[in-house]
């Protein structure tokens, strides 16, 4: 797959081209549905599949003290569309200039100029252009115009409700991991570095890895304990995460420590990624050192039974 940042090739690509527009945060079960019809296309009319996107979510310029939290970094953006069978991805910078593109412009400069586009795909509800005046109707009508057919996908549902971003991060943010994996298509994760942390895991015999996110701005889950998994060298192991902030030892800032039960070794300075699957509990205070223990201990074996006996992943 080829990845183009902020449009930069200096030459037209004359190859036909089917394009996906939109912004994919999370890349759930309707952005794939967009991406199979693209797919669909390709195949069809023997055309390269696109997707031309953000680099970061346009709100992060439009609200810059208030950006949505992203359900997907940029990294884990890229491997799943080349996963999903996407040979060029544009990565366009949203700022000053392009937020006052207006839709004819957008059409006409930054995609028909640059790009032999036969086919766009689109959901029902895209907009774009100039304070998002342009809808999925008039980019039918540029389309008739200009000699480009437009493939409107209608709302994607599960169980009756329709999927989209805000319902997900949603979701994430009430510790609902399990139903927003359904509408996800996957896992919730968070990577990040393990680095070292107080040590009292370990000390209690539940050995901790202590997930440093940085500055990122993430979706986190609802304070408290969750079945996770991580994979790693072909292998997946189960863990306990607490995510929140060990009021127990009125620590500051968020922490995300996960003790896994069958893994010896060292993690610290290593990438992880942590699959969130199910929740358990709400963080709590506790009065002792015995009684978070004596809970550690209940947690890890709830979250074996989910392991073994409901998740059946």
Request: proline share 4%.
């Amino acid at each position: 797959m080829q990845v183009i940042f902020n449009n930069a090739n200096s030459h037209r690509l004359n190859e036909p081209v089917a394009v996906a527009l939109g912004t994919f945060d999370g890349l759930h079960k309707g952005h794939q549905a967009l991406i199979h019809c693209l797919n669909e296309i390709k195949y069809r009319y023997k055309c390269s599949a696109m997707v031309y996107t953000f680099e970061r979510h346009p709100l992060n310029f439009l609200l810059p003290d208030n950006p949505p939290p992203q359900i997907m970094n940029l990294n884990k953006k890229i491997l799943e569309f080349h996963r999903l069978g996407v040979d060029l991805l544009v990565l366009n910078n949203f700022d000053e200039n392009f937020a006052r593109t207006t839709p004819r412009d957008f059409v006409d400069k930054l995609l028909l100029y640059k790009y032999d586009i036969r086919y766009v795909v689109v959901g029902y509800n895209y907009r774009f252009g100039y304070k998002a005046e342009g809808d999925a109707q008039l980019l039918q009508k540029i389309g008739s115009e200009r000699g480009f057919s437009v493939i409107v996908l209608p709302p994607y549902k599960v169980n009756g409700e329709v999927v989209s971003s805000s319902l997900i991060r949603t979701l994430i943010q009430k510790g609902q991991v399990f139903k927003a994996a359904r509408l996800l298509g996957r896992y919730y994760s968070i990577s990040g570095k393990v680095v070292s942390g107080a040590g009292r895991g370990k000390k209690l015999g539940y050995p901790t890895a202590n997930l440093d996110i940085g500055s990122k701005n993430v979706v986190i889950p609802r304070f408290g304990v969750y079945l996770t998994k991580w994979e790693t060298g072909g292998k997946r192991l189960w863990g306990v995460t607490n995510v929140g902030t060990n009021p127990t030892f009125n620590e500051k800032g968020i922490h995300i420590e996960t003790h896994f039960w069958d893994f010896h070794g060292e993690l610290y300075g290593h990438r992880m990624r942590i699959d969130f699957v199910k929740y358990i509990r709400d963080e709590i205070r506790f009065a002792s050192v015995h009684e978070l223990t004596d809970q550690l201990e209940r947690d890890v074996h709830t979250a074996k039974n989910l392991v073994y006996n409901v998740c059946k992943v």
